[in-house]
Nanobody
Framework: QLQASGGGLVQAGGSLRLSCAAS????????MGWFRQAPGKEHEFVAA????????YYGDSVKGRFTISRDNAKNTVYLQMNSLKPEDTAVYYC????????????????WGQGTLVTVSS
């Protein structure tokens, strides 16, 4: 399973670093992704990283502000979030991609519990 952590309350313009730790199995061969869900909205793709870490993908709303990385030795994926905005407020989830090349939520699996990020204005 995957467990996201690191969320909290931060002022606009601030930063947070989320972690996604795996347990029970290794995800080092999977592309891993971050998604978020704001109240009353559907899951939104945030970022993804290839198994090697060489290739990254970002949603348009976070490009230039968020950075995804991974440490396969620790079975952990990270999301560094800078210049946070109130519209970044959401529950953030990590998951493993099971359909190559696609970043819609239905192409990801092994969803764990999310972590809440609240950005105040």
């Amino acid at each position: 399973q995957l467990q996201a952590s690191g969320g909290g309350l931060v002022q606009a313009g601030g930063s947070l670093r989320l972690s996604c730790a795996a347990s029970g199995r290794t995800f080092s061969s999977y592309t891993m992704g971050w998604f978020r869900q704001a109240p009353g909205k559907e899951h939104e793709f945030v970022a993804a990283i290839s198994w090697s870490g060489d290739t990254t993908y970002y949603g348009d709303s976070v490009k230039g502000r968020f950075t995804i990385s991974r440490d396969n030795a620790k079975n952990t994926v990270y999301l560094q979030m800078n210049s946070l905005k109130p519209e970044d407020t959401a529950v953030y989830y990590c998951a493993a991609q099971i359909v190559a090349g696609a970043h819609a939520p239905r192409y990801y699996a092994y969803w764990g519990q999310g972590t809440l990020v609240t950005v105040s204005s």
